[in-house]
């Protein structure tokens, strides 16, 4: 019986250290897609001779610039912008700094 609790405590205590990394890690990868999609968009002005507001579209920089279109992990949407100004999603949190 004391075995059963001891195991029971220490999933009580994993489990949430366990949901908390996960979601870490998926915000982590969405930031990464943003930066992704930030230089492609980079690539796509120079290479196409665009101006700083000028704004590309999915098909634009898929897949030219980039191999597919990117997804977020948690079901955010992403929206690209312009060139001078920061991809975004719409999930809270999910920033480039």
Not at 48 to 71: F, H, I
Request: a neutral charge; aromatic letters at 8%; one cysteine or more.
């Amino acid at each position: 019986m004391i075995v059963v609790a001891i195991v029971g405590l220490l999933a009580a205590i994993a489990v949430p250290n366990f949901f908390g990394a996960r979601q870490r890690a998926q915000t982590n990868l969405c930031i990464a897609n943003l930066r992704h999609i930030e230089d492609a968009k980079s690539m796509w002005a120079v290479w196409e001779g665009k101006t700083s507001s000028d704004t590309p579209g999915w098909g634009d920089l898929v897949p030219a610039y980039l191999q597919t279109t990117p997804n977020c992990p948690q079901g955010g949407t992403y929206t690209i912008g312009s060139v001078d100004t920061k991809p975004v999603c719409s999930i809270a949190g999910h920033v480039l700094p």
